[in-house]
Structure formats: C-alpha cells, structure tokens
C-alpha cells in the first residue's frame, strides 16, 4: 500500500514537472525573417524562442525603446545626411531580402530540376534493367537450345557411324554367310 502511494506521488511530482516545461508559449517565425525588415519579435517572461538564423540578436525593453527613438528623431531631424543614410540602409536591407528571395526561390527550382533529373534516370535505369533481363533471358534460351542442337549433332554423327558400322558388320556376316554357303 505505501509503494502504491509512494508510486503514485512519484508520478505525480513528474507529471507537473512536465507540465511546468510548456508553461510559456513557443514562438516561431518564418525562415525569411532571418534576412527580413520586419518589426522585431517581442518576447515576454517564460516565451521560448527557437532560433533558426546563424545569428540573431535580442536586444531588451530598453534598448529597443533607445534605438527606435534614434531612429524616429534621424526621420525627423532635418539633416539629409542622415535622413539618406537610413534611408539607403533600409533600402540596403529591403534589396537584400528581395535578393535572398530570389536566391531562395531559384535554390528550389534547381533542386526540383535535379529531383526531376534523378527521377529520370532512375526511370532510365529501371527500363535499362528490364531490358538487360530480357535479353539475358533471350540468351540463356538460346543456349539451351544450341546445348539441345548439339545433343541432337552427336546423336546423328553416332547413329550414322553406328549405321555404316552395322551395315559393314551385316555385309561381312551375309558374305562369310554366302561363302560358308557356296563352299558347302
């Protein structure tokens, strides 16, 4: 009875311990925010981010707030420098992401090409097969009918040797027979 309760205790304890470690949400983005210009992803106590890029940075509450009052005062600040400055940059960021796209997008239309190609040839092969099959079947038929013409050779050779041999004999024995004859 108390292993039973110690047991169940036991698996309790696990049960919530398990439970705890989906306590906060899973957040997931796409591939393409690795390379994008979108707004950043905002994360609260107990959120469980799975980071997919080579490199990502988190940055917290404060600096965030920091850097987009920069950003916001070059926007409004009169100084083309810097207003063209970020705007060339953005602009940097934006073509980046098109051309990432576009890489991405022509990565998998050359590996749908190469799947194709594999496709194929392994089609290609599995035809070669069948046909190397049937012509060795083709072969293995011939030879046996070239072993059963050969059979059929020596049986005639020897039934035609056989025969002139009998026929010697017979002419031998009906002449000794005719003399034996004629001499009596």
């Known amino acids: 009875m108390k292993q039973s309760i110690v047991l169940i ?3 309790v304890c696990f049960g919530l311990s398990a439970l705890a470690q989906n306590a906060g949400k899973m957040k997931n983005y796409s591939q393409q925010y690795c390379t994008s210009n979108e707004t950043p992803l905002q994360l609260v106590a ?3 981010l799975v980071v997919a890029c080579d490199t990502m940075f988190l ?3 404060i600096r965030y707030e920091f850097y987009k009052k920069i950003h916001q005062a070059t926007l409004e600040n009169n100084s083309n420098s810097c207003t063209s400055l ?3 940059f953005e602009n940097r960021l934006k073509d980046h ?3 990432y796209s576009q890489i991405l997008a022509n990565s998998k239309r050359s590996e749908q090409i190469s799947l194709d190609i594999i496709a194929n040839t392994k089609k290609s092969l599995e035809n070669t097969q069948q046909s190397l099959l049937a012509n060795q079947h083709s072969l293995d038929e011939a030879m046996v009918k070239l072993e059963r013409a050969n059979e059929l050779i020596r049986k005639e050779k020897w039934n035609a040797t056989g025969q002139k041999a009998l026929t010697g004999i017979a002419g031998i024995g009906v002449g000794i027979l005719i003399g034996v004859l004629v001499t009596n």
């Open 9 to 11: 205790l036991i698996l």
């Open 46 to 48: 107990g959120d469980t």
């Open 59 to 61: 940055i917290n509450k």
């Open 86 to 88: 970020l705007l060339a």
């Open 97 to 99: 992401e098109a051309s």
